[in-house]
């Protein structure tokens, strides 16, 4: 499947996954017609075709071509999509902060730092006390490539989290960091980590688990994978 487009394409076509979803899309295929959906929407019938060729292409939409129009429903990572913007308008306009956020990213091969820091003593025993479980000694590193992903790991710095103390020995000083518990792939129970002397920038989240979660969830470079991160505890 293709990666989501950059969030100028999105915003050529996000209002037509809405209309979809505002006509039912969301819970069942409908049957509708290019026509009849450029009258809803304004625009002319090529117009709507060009965005609803886009959106199955992006895995946004299901469609299947009938000879009086097509029966569309709204995909997962369509419903994800829509959920992520909710997430953002409810936070603009409702001054509401969401309890859990969802990101979406690939899995790739880090420098190895993340191991060095997992295992130092003073921090292990924090992960410890503070997460519930000793980490597996290494992170999973995760790419963010989608502008919305991107929305949601920034709201991350927004929020208190779970604090890492840092400290210093003869040799040096280890930087603080905080963590935010996770599931990831609907599945292994983990945490995301921030800030512990990273060369990242913030299009990168380290993820740790009492598990190798490469062998548990059969993950490779490249590999997609989701994270419920929590922002408060429940």
Known sequence: ??????????????????????????????????TFLAEK???????????LIELEKNG??????????????????????????????????EQK??????IEGTVFSGLGEGAYYVTRPHYRKQFI????FDPYPGTL????????????????DTYDGITIEGYTNQDRTYGA?????????????????IALRTHYDNSVIEVLAPTNLRKSLKLKDGNKVK?????AES
Not at 62 to 90: F, M, P, W, Y
Not at 129 to 132: D, R
Not at 141 to 156: A, F, G, P, S
């Open 97 to 102: 902060r969401p309890v859990l956020v969802t």
């Open 129 to 132: 006390e503070k997460l519930g």
């Open 1 to 34: 499947m293709d990666p989501l487009p950059a969030d100028k394409e999105i915003e050529t076509y996000f209002f037509t996954l809405c209309k979809l979803a505002e006509l039912g899309a969301r819970h069942r295929a409908i049957k509708i017609s290019t």
């Open 177 to 193: 960091g905080k963590c935010f518990k996770a599931i990831i792939n609907n599945r292994e129970k983990g945490a995301v980590v």
């Open 41 to 51: 929407m304004g625009l002319s019938q090529q117009t709507i075709s060009r965005r």
């Open 141 to 156: 590193n995760i790419k963010i490539t989608n502008e919305l992903d991107l929305r949601m790991r920034r709201e991350l």
């Open 227 to 231: 994270l419920e991160v929590y922002l």
């Open 60 to 93: 946004l939409i299901q469609k299947t071509a009938t000879r009086d129009g097509c029966l569309i429903s709204v995909t997962k990572q369509g419903e994800n999509l829509l959920k992520k913007v909710h997430t953002v308008l409810s936070t603009i306009f």
